[in-house]
């Protein structure tokens, strides 16, 4: 699987705390053709997940709500073996699709986890 991350901490801010809230949207999602010679198609899902702590006064304009961190995941299955045909992700109610991204779920919540909630 091709995948990938970035990760942007806001320096000089306090750590997570008790009045911190999360914000995770899923950005994109979708299932489009690997290349024009090849019948299978990939999958592929972003997430943005942001830290706010809700305490923190932000000095520009005296609101309180920090953004304390910010993370983006990615996940494609680009260099999956044996690419799936649209008839295959589709088939049984899009059982394959809903699987895929699925795992893709899965791994950008251990990915994003790891890297800005530190496992908490």
């Known amino acids: 699987m091709l995948t990938g991350s970035k ?9 997570l705390s008790e009045n911190s809230s999360r914000c995770v949207r899923t950005d994109s999602w979708g299932m489009g053709r690997f290349d024009n010679d090849d019948p299978g198609y990939l999958v592929t899902y972003q997430v943005d997940l942001r830290l706010i702590d809700a305490k923190i006064v932000r000095p520009i304009d005296g609101k309180s709500g920090a953004v304390i961190a910010e993370g983006t995941c990615v996940r494609n299955s680009a260099e999956a073996p044996g690419r799936p045909t649209n008839d295959e992700l589709l088939a049984d109610h899009a059982r394959l699709l809903k699987d895929e991204l699925e795992a893709a779920t899965r791994f950008c919540i251990k990915d994003l986890r ?3 909630l530190l496992d908490q």
Request: glycine share 8%; no cysteine; proline share 8%.
């Open 7 to 15: 990760l942007q901490m806001r320096s000089g801010l306090p750590a």
């Open 114 to 116: 790891a890297k800005i």
